[in-house]
């Protein structure tokens, strides 16, 4: 196995594992957070959105953006050029646009309120976060099966 093709299914496992902590969140954590009593869901989305900062998965998805049109320049004239190219661009857009231009700016709004203005922001956050969520597990999920269908057909 080359490195094109190692560096393919190595972006492929990241895109996947990024989809799966989205998925996590859109599944049954935001769901949790928003049935919890009292101000326990926007205080833990807080510390959660402190957190995300100093983790391994902030890596993976800015790391991400570059080395998906990395990959798709590596792989040059072959036949999973497209695939690559295709992955990095739903990626770019549907992960990395919908994180900086919808749940960033939610995320630092909801960490400068507190008590009832944080309560009263926290019922619409959680919704159209959630939503805006989706889209980023879909994202990152279609782009990493990009990344497996072209690496099939370089």
């Known amino acids: 196995m080359g490195g094109l ?6 972006g492929a496992l990241a895109l996947g594992l990024v989809a799966g902590v989205f998925l996590t969140f859109s599944d049954f954590v935001m769901t949790a957070l928003q049935r919890t009593e009292g101000d326990g869901g926007w205080q833990a989305m807080q510390a959660i959105n402190r957190q995300v900062y100093r983790s391994v998965f902030m890596v993976l998805l800015l790391g991400l953006v570059p080395a998906g049109f ?14 690559f190219l295709g ?3 739903i990626y770019a857009i549907g992960t990395m646009g919908v994180t900086m231009f919808g749940n960033v700016p939610m995320n630092k709004r909801l960490d400068g309120l ?12 959680v919704v159209r976060w959630t939503r805006l969520n989706h889209v980023r597990t879909l ?3 279609f782009a990493a099966l990009a990344f497996i269908i072209g690496w099939r057909m370089i």
Not at 5 to 10: D, T
Not at 114 to 125: F, K, L, S
């Open 87 to 89: 992955g990095a661009i």
């Open 70 to 83: 990395a990959v798709a320049l590596l792989a040059g004239g072959t036949g999973g050029a497209p695939w």
């Open 139 to 141: 994202a990152s999920a």
């Open 114 to 125: 507190t008590g009832t203005e944080a309560a009263a922001y926290w019922r619409v956050y």
């Open 5 to 10: 093709e190692v560096s393919v299914l190595a």
